[in-house]
């Protein structure tokens, strides 16, 4: 048997995480009418006013977009989990954390960036400015990846509990944080028209930071979790 | 100094030597405590703008500092016991936990009352008081994660790369809270202006830091104590130990 | 002695705060003390049965 190298082994990875999530189309929806659902209910719990709805809308659908995000963590490896396949990954000769990034990448393909696509119509629906919109999917073209490369860390330290969905919100929300803060406040400063390179830039320096430490943590994390 | 480390490692060895050191330490909390407590209650002057609602301070700051002090240090040996698989280290790590959360506790609790005289209200979204709540849903994970995992061990090693990862999100969160809070301060907050601080207010501040430093070490040594009979309860010196103290 | 309680007004406030810490540091204080109690009980039964069986 021949081994493959780094890099094939991460587009393997991917491949098949894809193929296998494109199987079970349908889970993929759930989270999504999750994010319209919510952002929905709030204009029907605090009023239709269109000039509230705009001053709250940014911070609305970031946090939908939040719970969206952690609604759909958990998939990630759980049917790797049950079928063991999990336990092979952490055999592999290859560095665990590269193989992470992948699964992150491939979860992110199939539960982040369809938020990407709902996402102006959720602008529209809180009555935002073009302008916004925009911003809107910037930040959460940037912001999206941060959520799930933390969030996997959390998954990984829970992977095996039977009650971890309640614990993984209590792990991992906090750590979104600065996410919300400054993705929110981006999409609603360049509403009122103001520049937002400062907050790009965070949110940038922040998907770096998620982008090299967070794999290392959920390599470590699977290790003593299926230990 | 190395073979010291050497016997600290062995279980047996630092719970005997934790029995001694706590009477010491918890004697010496109790003096900076009394006196802290003296000085900042009694000899203190009053502030001129807060009058003696100041005198929370010495609870609140000193809780506050251990809060985040605590964090680090539950971190840092949860990273030890992580890299040299050091058993003493994880205990330390997890028994820091409920210690931290509790402070975190008073501190979130005593400035919230702080608050009340000086802002008019009980909770204001302020930067440090809003950093402090999410410091509390830190502790509160790091706990549910460790009740959570029934192999201990594997628990104390899971909660120490939660406190790692934590540790390094802390000042990322404490810089956005504080940025956030510039953009949407509110006009009360303008209210409050910290107090000048003055020597006669600096000694009993520092005192009560002192003391709860020395509480901490106090506390920490009795939990860690208990967690190690726990998970030494088949060695043969804790049956020993057991059998002699019936 | 009365105006030592009185706190300049501000009685409530200091005097809950410093009830609350004192509160938490007797919690902390004797936690570990019930719990160092009960394990050992604990521990000392198992011995028992063990004793006898």
Redesign the interface.
């Known amino acids: 048997m021949n081994t493959a190298t780094l890099s094939q082994a991460f587009l393997i990875l991917l491949r098949r995480d894809l193929t296998l999530a494109y199987r079970r189309r349908s889970e993929m929806i759930n989270p999504l009418l999750f994010f319209i659902l919510v952002t929905a209910l709030f204009p029907l719990g605090i009023g239709a006013d269109p000039a509230l709805l705009r001053e709250v809308g940014p911070g609305i659908i970031w946090v939908a977009a939040l719970l969206a995000a952690l609604l759909s963590l958990e998939t990630i490896f759980r049917s790797d989990f049950d079928d063991g396949s999990l336990e092979q990954l952490l055999l592999s000769p290859h560095p665990l954390s590269i193989l992470m990034i992948a699964k992150v990448f491939a979860h992110w393909l199939i539960t982040g960036l369809p938020l990407l696509i709902v996402a102006p119509l959720l602008g529209v629906l809180l009555d935002l400015p073009g302008d916004a919109i925009t911003t809107l999917l910037i930040t959460l073209a940037l912001g999206t990846p941060v959520l799930s490369l933390?969030g996997t860390?959390g998954v990984a330290?829970?992977v095996g509990?039977r009650?971890?969905g309640m614990?993984l919100s209590?792990?991992v929300?906090?750590?979104y944080?600065?996410v919300l803060?400054?993705a929110a406040?981006a999409v609603a400063t360049s509403g009122a028209g103001l520049p937002i390179d400062a907050h790009l830039s965070?949110l940038t320096a922040?998907l770096l930071?998620a982008v090299s430490?967070?794999p290392v943590?959920t390599a470590?994390?699977l290790r003593?979790?299926l230990? | 100094m190395l073979k010291f480390f050497h016997r600290m490692a062995s279980p047996k060895y630092f719970y005997q030597f934790a029995g001694k050191l706590i009477p010491w330490l918890g004697v010496a909390c109790l003096g900076f405590l009394l006196v802290g407590l003296y000085d900042g209650?009694?000899l203190a002057p009053?502030d001129y703008q807060q009058?003696?609602?100041y005198?929370?301070m010495f609870?609140?700051v000193p809780?506050a500092w251990m809060s985040m002090f605590i964090y680090i240090v539950m971190a840092g040996a949860g990273a030890i016991g992580?890299i040299w698989h050091i058993k003493l280290a994880e205990v330390i790590a997890i028994s820091s936990a409920?210690?931290g959360a509790?402070?975190t506790?008073?501190a979130l609790?005593?400035g919230s009352?702080?608050g009340?005289?000086m802002w008019g209200a009980w909770w204001v979204w302020d930067a440090r008081l809003t950093s402090e709540l999410?410091l509390l849903?830190?502790y509160?994970?790091v706990i549910?994660?460790y009740n959570?995992?029934e192999d201990k061990r594997?628990a104390a090693?899971?909660t120490s790369?939660?406190a790692?990862?934590?540790v390094?999100?802390i000042p990322?969160?404490h810089?956005?809270?504080e940025?956030?809070n510039t953009?949407h301060q509110g006009p009360t907050v303008t209210k409050f202006g910290a107090p000048s601080i003055t020597i006669d207010m600096l000694i009993p501040l520092l005192l009560m830091a002192v003391a709860f430093k020395l509480?901490y070490a106090?506390?920490v040594l009795?939990?860690a104590?208990?967690e190690i009979?726990?998970r030494e309860?088949n060695s043969g010196w804790?049956?020993e130990l057991?059998?002699a103290?019936? | 002695m009365n105006e030592?309680f009185h706190?300049?007004?501000?009685a409530f406030?200091?005097w809950?705060?410093?009830g609350?810490?004192l509160l938490?540091?007797l919690?902390?204080?004797l936690?570990?003390?019930l719990?160092?109690k009960k394990?050992?009980s604990q521990?000392?039964r198992r011995?028992q049965r063990a004793g006898r069986s």
């Open positions: 933390i860390i330290l829970t509990l009650k971890g614990i209590l792990l929300l906090p750590l944080i600065p803060i400054f406040n965070m922040l930071l430490l967070s943590a470590a994390a003593i979790s230990s | 209650l009694v009053t009058g003696d609602s005198r929370i609870v609140h809780a992580l409920h210690i509790s402070f506790f008073l609790v005593t009352i702080w009340k005289p999410i849903f830190l509160l994970g549910a994660l959570a995992v594997a090693r899971a790369i939660l790692l990862v934590g390094v999100n990322i969160i810089y956005s809270v940025w956030w953009l509480f106090t506390v009795m939990r104590r208990c009979l726990q309860r804790v049956r057991v059998r103290s019936q | 030592f706190m300049g007004g501000y406030y200091v809950t705060s410093y609350l810490a938490v540091l919690a902390n204080v936690s570990p003390i719990l160092k394990l050992l521990l000392a011995e």
